[in-house]
């Protein structure tokens, strides 16, 4: 079965900081995709990253890097100077193939900025 | 705007009563998504249509029933719900089902009285 964990219900980071959202991921598929997802009190889901489980360098989006470590099974976030605009709810997510390419989410991480 | 427009934002029914949830994209996209959102709880993925066909249903019940009437359009029929389907219902979208990137809207936040 396919499963997502986030273990960190709530994470506050002094504005320009650097914070790290935790999450791991289990599945017996080799051929899955990861994503992480940022969901404001608007409601939206707001798609940040994405990292293929083949692929070779960790992925980069400006201030989104994904620290993809496979024999862990963790796919964290790492937010570089972080903006007050960032404060939101954060998703990872993995698609696989044995779950018929469904894209199933993790329980979210709450992230508040601080001035 | 991220392309995915949900109406309305928010709704409140009584129990007995029949409301619908519309989902629209101009993406040119070919598969849409209906999630549910309660508090606490992960995303659950309830319908998937590709090319206007319904090719998935993860077990939801009776009283969610969904349309899709072309490629853009997505509906959520709703009758006869229950308080614990009080949720935000966000409708996605994607090139093909297949494809590994979404694009939410932004909901509707459904309370149920």
């Known amino acids: 079965a396919q499963k997502i964990t986030q273990t960190q219900p709530g994470m506050f980071v002094q504005e320009k900081e650097a914070v790290t959202l935790d999450c791991t991921y289990d599945t017996s598929d080799p051929s899955y995709g990861l994503f992480w997802y940022k969901q404001p009190s608007s409601g939206e889901m707001i798609f940040l990253i994405y990292q293929g489980s083949y692929d070779q360098q960790n992925a980069t989006e400006g201030r989104y890097s994904l620290n993809f470590q496979k024999a862990r099974k963790s796919a964290n976030l790492v937010i570089s100077a972080s903006q007050l605009g960032d404060s939101a709810m954060y998703f990872c997510?993995?698609?696989?193939?044995?779950?018929?390419?469904?894209?199933?989410f993790g329980p979210g991480t709450s992230l508040s900025v601080i001035p | 705007e991220t392309g995915v427009t949900q109406t309305p934002r928010h709704l409140v029914m009584g129990m007995t009563n029949k409301k619908s949830l519309k989902c629209e994209q101009h993406l040119g996209h070919n598969a849409m998504y209906w999630y549910k959102q309660s508090a606490k709880k992960p995303l659950e993925l309830m319908f998937v249509?590709?090319?206007?066909?319904?090719?998935e249903n993860n077990s939801v019940p009776s009283r969610f029933s969904p349309e899709c009437p072309n490629s853009s359009h997505l509906f959520l029929h709703l009758h006869t719900l229950q308080p614990e389907d009080s949720a935000l219902y966000l409708c996605?979208?994607?090139?093909?089902?297949?494809?590994?990137?979404?694009?939410f809207g932004s909901g509707t936040r459904l309370t149920v009285v």
């Open positions: 997510a993995m698609r696989a193939k044995t779950s018929y390419d469904k894209v199933i």
């Open positions: 249509y590709s090319l206007e066909e319904r090719v």
């Open positions: 996605a979208s994607s090139q093909t089902a297949g494809e590994k990137f979404y694009t």
